[in-house]
């Protein structure tokens, strides 16, 4: 178990690395979520279901979950490029167990996107969003399970699609796009005609943008906190499971 940990610590380290060196990258990254806080959010203070003075609440959790599923897609893309140059064959021949390459990995895409969130948050408080510090923090705990969850499914299919590099992106989001609508990340759903809401509570990120928003509107007692946690934690364990059974056939 030692070592196990170890391993998975030192492939973590490797990962942060060229973060470390460019910190400046980690910022451009939140570029994206950035424009549609400072530009979407104030449309949305007088759009019913949205909270009316408390726009910021609802909006911003979404904003983070979005964050999540778009940033997360890079510990795919960074598998595609070790496989590309042929860095990852040699990190596969090492000592280092699979697992512990899949579980440094991800944890380097969860921390990212917990960095990129809090970056979020701070830039939010002087438009009008009030800071919740113990919600806040079970919402970056839940949005980092999430992260591994998805980190783990982007590596596998990255390793599936390491002969048609493509295709991965066209993949990721053809699943991502509609994921991310129909859970009301942008715009609230609960006067959607009838097929559009039974579709929206079909999609599991439904119920982790709802925890988000609970959380963040410093409620920690609502169900949907627990429907989002279990359906984070189940994320973790089906992406961990699909990416470690990736790992254990990825040719050498």
Known sequence: ???????????????????????????????????F????????????????????????PGILVMTGLFATAGAGYAVQTELAGGSFERILVTPVSRSAILAGKTLKE??????????????????????????????????AVFGVGLGSL???????????????????QFFLFPLVLLSGVLLPVDDAPGWLSVASRINPLTYLVEAERALFAGDF???SVLAGAVGAVVTAVIGLAVGARAMRTASL
């Open 1 to 35: 178990m030692t070592s196990e940990l170890g391993a998975t610590g030192t492939i973590f380290a490797r990962e942060m690395a060229p973060v470390l060196r460019n910190p400046v990258g980690l910022v451009f990254t939140v570029a994206q979520p950035l424009v």
């Open 37 to 60: 806080l400072l530009l979407f959010g104030p449309l949305l203070t007088d759009v019913p279901g949205t909270g009316g003075e408390s726009a910021w609440q609802w909006f911003v």
């Open 110 to 143: 969860a921390f990212s996107l917990v960095a990129q969130a809090v970056l979020i948050v701070l830039v939010a408080l002087p438009f009008g969003f009030r800071l919740y510090p113990l919600n806040v923090l079970a919402g970056l705990a839940l949005l």
């Open 154 to 172: 982007a590596i596998a299919l990255a390793i599936a699609m390491r002969r048609q590099q493509e295709a991965f992106w066209a993949v990721h």
């Open 221 to 223: 007692l609502r169900s």
